[in-house]
Nanobody, 117 residues
Framework: QVQIVESGGGLVQPGGSLKLSCFAS????????MSWYRQAPGQERELVAR????????NYADSVKGRFTISRDNAKNTVYLQMNSLKLEDTAVYYC??????????WGQGTQVTVSS
């Protein structure tokens, strides 16, 4: 079965850093675009970052551009989100998503990131 598990969330001060990891299994990881989304209380889920199947191309939300970096290791079936210069507004549950077509779209359970002084 498909499994997507996020880890690495926690509490960090403004200006600090965190690195999230997403471990995937049950599908051909190297064939999928991988993305990080986030959702704050009362807010819609938004796309944070996306990386192509081979890791060559990336896209970022304007709000995180220059601060966050998405990467992947297809040999480990893992995608990462390095988050630097964190702000209060980055507080959210962060979700890992795998997408190949309109049919194949998988989600993890999420990991909480809280930025607070």
């Amino acid at each position: 079965q498909v499994q997507i598990v996020e880890s690495g969330g926690g509490l960090v001060q403004p200006g600090g850093s965190l690195k999230l990891s997403c471990f995937a299994s049950g599908f051909t990881f190297a064939n999928y675009f991988m993305s990080w989304y986030r959702q704050a209380p009362g807010q819609e889920r938004e796309l944070v970052a996306r990386i192509s199947s081979g890791g060559h191309s990336t896209n970022y939300a304007d709000s995180v551009k220059g601060r966050f970096t998405i990467s992947r290791d297809n040999a480990k079936n893992t995608v990462y989100l390095q988050m630097n210069s964190l702000k209060l507004e980055d507080t959210a549950v962060y979700y890992c998503n795998a997408h190949a077509t309109e049919v194949y779209d998988y989600w993890g359970q999420g990991t909480q990131v809280t930025v607070s002084s």
